[in-house]
């Protein structure tokens, strides 16, 4: 995205969906019907639960039924949603130099890899791939 302003929250939800379409098939598989929410900047509650100190060190967060229980017939409360932090991509976008295209896809790819049990390894080829 070029331009002179920081791209809205439209910008960035319009960003993730085409990103949540490509992501890669094993992992995609896992979310049907996920949704996203473009949020500032996570919540002082949010950050408390997670042990953050800073909002700005938060990107993204899978928010929906716990890894082990999507199987065990437990019905949800409310749909999965993944949460993207606006100011905080924003904030890595210009650290990193990464395309923003590149860095939502992998917040995504994080956050869904995480929430389903993953591992570091797996998750970072998984962010090579595409």
């Known amino acids: 995205m070029k331009g002179t302003l920081a791209p ?8 993730a969906e085409r990103a949540l379409e490509a992501i890669p098939e094993r992992l995609g598989r896992h979310v049907p019907g996920v949704g996203i929410m473009v949020d500032e900047l996570a919540d002082d509650e949010t950050l408390h639960d997670l042990g953050i100190e800073s909002p700005y ?6 928010d929906g039924l716990p890894w082990g229980e999507k199987d065990s017939g437990a019905m949800p409360t409310r749909p999965d949603t993944i949460h993207l932090y606006r100011q905080a991509i924003l904030l890595e ?4 130099g990464e395309t923003l295209e590149r860095l939502v896809r992998n917040v995504l790819i994080h ?12 998750i970072a080829r998984l962010e090579r791939e595409g």
């Open 57 to 62: 060190d938060l990107t993204g967060l899978y």
């Open 111 to 122: 956050e869904i890899a995480h929430h389903f049990g993953f591992s570091d390894a797996a």
């Open 93 to 96: 976008w210009i650290e990193t």
């Open 8 to 15: 809205d929250a439209e910008a960035i939800a319009t960003i």
